[in-house]
């Protein structure tokens, strides 16, 4: 055990959607270098494909890839942007190894298109900062804390849960597996193949960037319509960030929307995920229980075992 936790954290570098600029990749490769890891960048990431890191098929081909590799510890995806739920028809039943995949936003489609989000996840899915966020302040040290993080679950076998405290929207009580996403991202796959399928009750952290208010009451009213709205036992708020109005204001802010459209659930605000400067590491998949009292909320996330490779 001494040995295997003296060898580097080895990362893989991966772009199920868009391509990270070169020296973006080049100042992510020296971080992980100077928190004693490297990053493997494979001749893929030079594939271009307008806005995307090559065409379906090469970057459906690049992420298998990835997942067989056995020198890597970590799949960190490089950038969102749009483009990884084209990428389910070929991959979603071809992700079974047990690797850790590290990423947000667009990622949202791959970790939920495969059923990561659930205790029988073919891989451990995390909602986490990207390489793409060091064009953003403090985005060098979120990388930091997630690398070290990261590290941690190799070396013990579970990423590690938390105990976070932010504010109330409505009290209650709620038990389930947490779900970290993009909103948009996430209600484009109801009514897919790909759709979430939860076992158990979810607690649903959810975070959206550049969408017009109207926009986000539209997508929490089709999310509580849902049959997967359904399976809720709360809802806890991250960052909303870059909305857009109308010149005639829309009237509501996201807590109000998401008040006024699930009136049975606990709703929490100030995850710290999101586009933001705030974007923390947070397992799919983990056993996690809310209690909203008044304008005080407490989300308490265990300690998330890695799914163990077939």
Not at 215 to 233: C, E, H, I, M, N
Request: include cysteine; glycine fraction near 10%; charge should be negative.
């Amino acid at each position: 055990m001494a040995e295997a936790r003296a060898r580097p954290l080895t990362v893989r570098a991966v772009a199920p959607a868009r391509w990270l600029e070169p020296e973006v990749l080049d100042d992510f490769i020296a971080l992980a270098a100077a928190q004693g890891g490297r990053v493997l960048t494979p001749a893929a990431l030079s594939l271009r494909d307008h806005q995307l890191c090559g065409t379906d098929e090469e970057r459906a081909a690049a992420l298998i890839a990835a997942f067989d590799d056995p020198e890597a510890d970590i799949l960190w995806c490089v950038r969102g942007g749009y483009g990884s739920a084209r990428l389910l028809p070929y991959v979603h039943k071809a992700l079974a190894t047990g690797k850790i995949v590290i990423g947000y936003s667009d990622m949202t489609a791959l970790f939920v298109g495969t059923g990561a989000d659930g205790p029988r996840a073919p891989f451990l899915a995390v909602h986490g900062p990207m390489p793409v966020d060091l064009l953003k302040p403090e985005g060098a040290a979120r990388l930091v804390a997630a690398i070290d993080m990261a590290r941690t679950a190799r070396d013990t076998g579970r990423w590690p849960g938390c105990d976070w405290r932010g504010g109330g929207v409505r009290a209650g009580q709620g038990r389930g597996r947490l779900i970290v996403g993009n909103l948009t991202v996430l209600l484009s796959l109801l009514g897919t193949p790909y759709e979430p399928q939860p076992r158990e009750p979810v607690l649903l952290a959810i975070e959206d960037c550049g969408e017009y208010h109207y926009a986000l009451d539209r997508a929490l009213v089709q999310l509580a319509q849902s049959r997967f709205g359904k399976a809720l036992a709360g809802i806890v708020l991250g960052d909303f960030t870059d909305l857009e109005d109308n010149p005639v204001p829309w009237g509501e802010g996201v807590a109000a929307m998401a008040h006024r459209h699930f009136p049975d659930l606990p709703i929490a605000h100030g995850f710290p995920v999101g586009h933001g400067l705030e974007n923390s590491p947070f397992a799919l998949g983990a056993a996690a229980q809310l209690v909203v009292e008044g304008e005080a909320a407490h989300l308490t996330i265990a300690d998330t075992p890695l799914p163990l490779a077939p």
